[in-house]
């Protein structure tokens, strides 16, 4: 089986019940999301470390014409076009696994990292005090 490192696979739907629904699910919705961003060695868009490159300036009139590099799939300085490429690939991941997207503010054009700084921010904490309540 041959491998194409400048393709993406298909969506990934999780099982129903590892769909995010709340903070019941957080911990399995959040496990299975990382483990999919690291598995494919994207996890850098999670943490927005990988994040958007500048988009190339078009040369001066009569200059050399730059020739876009051709970059991996999982490469840490991706080309614009393939930052948006995996960048909504993860995101669209993401969104398809949340089962009511509108009520916690999360849309369909932001990105991953936009979308992860919402989640975490919104049921680390809220997980974290639950968590804290349940051992007291």
């Known amino acids: 089986m041959s491998t194409n490192l400048n ?12 769909q995010f629904a709340g903070l ?5 919705f959040c496990d299975h999301t990382l483990s999919v961003a690291y598995s494919t060695r ?5 943490s ?3 994040t958007n490159p ?7 009139a009569g200059g ?15 080309s614009p076009e393939k930052w948006e490429l995996q960048d909504s690939w993860l995101a669209g991941i993401v969104y398809q696994n ?3 997207s509108q009520s916690i503010s999360i849309t369909q ?8 700084l919402i989640l975490t921010g919104q049921y680390e904490t809220t997980s974290a005090a639950a968590q804290t309540l349940t051992k007291e």
């Open 7 to 18: 393709t993406l696979p298909n969506l990934i739907i999780f099982p129903d019940d590892q």
């Open 24 to 28: 019941s699910n957080w911990a399995v």
């Open 42 to 46: 994207l996890g850098g868009y999670l």
């Open 48 to 50: 927005g470390t990988i």
């Open 54 to 60: 500048p988009q190339p300036v078009a040369p001066a």
């Open 64 to 78: 050399p014409i730059a020739v876009p590099t051709a970059t991996p799939i999982n490469s840490h300085n991706p």
């Open 98 to 100: 949340i089962k009511d």
């Open 109 to 116: 054009d932001m990105t991953l990292n936009t979308m992860w």
